[in-house]
């Protein structure tokens, strides 16, 4: 059938019912799908819809609930906080009746008793007290806070916005730093899209979505979008997505889905945020990574003695998937990405472990390695590329790939973080 220029076609033979989605790319005479201009390819749309299919199917909670309505029972909840709590108190500081220590700390006390948004977290209340702490000018705080939280008109002011509080908290993190501070005492520049999307989403739903590190990461693991070091950018990009997203769902599932429904597929599958349970999916459904059970080479050998590795299982595994084990790559296909994107994580998780700041690349990002792990304060940087593989693997044709990106890399970061090896 055919539904507002989008073919939809219902797979035979299939157990759960899937969709299989061909998009006119001429519908309306511009290659859009409909309202807005296309940033998804074919399969990526199939991809994010097969994800939206498995958390509409999935079974009741032990409450009797399904994962969407327990969602929807959350969005009035959230929607009444705003209304009785947190859109007053924004409204009685924007308009300047308000202090900023004061905000900060009520702000503070309602997310503690309604955790509805994560904003408790490191980007958020942490960030809010960290560059409250490293600004020494508390008139000068208050006025880019206040100019960054204030809802944006369009794309280009909300992008303009965070790259002024960025530019902001990169100033007053390096006073810090010079005036006898520790580095890591500084605001976190990569918690800025969060911190002020919040705020954005509290006084208009409809339109901004909050820029949630688990979207983010599930998004990349569906190799929907790669997040680059443009933080305004990304936010931009990230809204996009996330509108034409909730445009398909719409038109694929009957069902209206606004921003915080697209939320909630990416929740489901990354994990409930909130606690709680996360419905098993029926037989034959990708199960999202969370509720994988682990793969234990050996389990009669697990039940002769505890276990006694500190060594997280995100770590632990990646020896099986070095050797690319047909059960971990199962494993991986079930939870809805490759092996090879998720031994990429594994590896970046244990450089983060390590105390490292790392950064994903690797797919669709071009000729680029797998990942960075820095360690700023010690000026030197790693660049890192992970192959899975059942055999040993040997450089041969990638040899000169390999030497290109690693020049480059170093001249980048070397000019941009000033580190002084690579």
Request: some cysteine.
């Amino acid at each position: 059938m055919l539904i507002a220029g989008a073919e939809i076609n219902l797979l035979e033979g299939t157990t759960d019912g899937a969709l299989e989605v061909a998009y006119d790319r001429n519908a309306n005479g511009s290659g859009a799908r409909g309202l807005r201009m296309q940033i998804l390819s074919d399969e990526q749309v199939r991809r994010a819809v097969e994800a939206m299919q498995s958390y509409l199917a999935a079974p009741r909670n032990s409450d009797g609930l399904t994962v969407s309505e327990t969602s929807r029972q959350r969005d009035k909840t959230r929607v009444s906080v705003i209304e009785t709590e947190l859109n007053p108190l924004l409204h009685e500081y924007l308009c300047g009746t308000g202090r900023l220590g004061e905000f900060k700390s009520r702000i503070d006390s309602i997310n503690k008793r309604n955790r509805l948004w994560g904003f408790k977290g490191i980007k958020g209340q942490m960030f809010f007290n960290m560059l409250t702490n490293v600004a020494d000018n508390e008139a000068e705080c208050d006025k880019e806070i206040k100019a960054a939280i204030s809802v944006p008109d369009n794309d280009d002011t909300a992008s303009a916005r965070i790259n002024s509080l960025v530019s902001y908290a990169r100033r007053v993190g390096q006073e810090h730093v010079d005036s006898g501070g520790t580095l890591h005492g500084r605001p976190k520049l990569g918690s800025i899209p969060f911190f002020v999307s919040y705020f954005w989403q509290i006084q208009d739903k409809k339109v901004w979505p909050v820029y949630y590190t688990n979207s983010v990461n599930k998004m990349t693991d569906l190799n929907l979008w790669q997040p680059s070091e443009d933080l305004a950018a990304d936010y931009v990009t990230y809204k996009k997505i996330q509108e034409e997203l909730a445009e398909v769902f719409s038109k694929v599932s009957g069902v209206p889905f606004g921003l915080y429904d697209v939320e909630h597929v990416f929740w489901f599958h990354g994990g409930n945020p909130f606690g709680g349970n996360t419905p098993t999916p029926r037989a034959g459904e990708p199960r999202p990574v969370s509720a994988l059970p682990p793969i234990v080479k050996d389990t009669p050998e697990l039940l002769d003695r505890l276990p006694e590795s500190y060594v997280p299982p995100i770590v632990s595994i990646l020896t099986l998937m070095a050797r690319n084990e047909p059960a971990v790559r199962e494993a991986a296909k079930a939870s809805g990405t490759s092996i090879e994107r998720a031994f990429e994580k594994s590896i970046s998780a244990a450089f983060t472990l390590l105390g490292y700041d790392t950064k994903l690349l690797g797919q669709g990002q071009g000729r680029v390695p797998d990942g960075l792990a820095l360690a700023v304060d010690d000026s030197y940087a790693i660049v890192w590329d992970g192959k899975v593989r059942a055999d040993s693997y040997s450089m041969g044709t990638d040899d000169r790939a390999i030497k290109e990106y690693i020049v480059s890399q170093s001249r980048e970061l070397k000019r941009r973080k000033g580190l002084r090896n690579v």
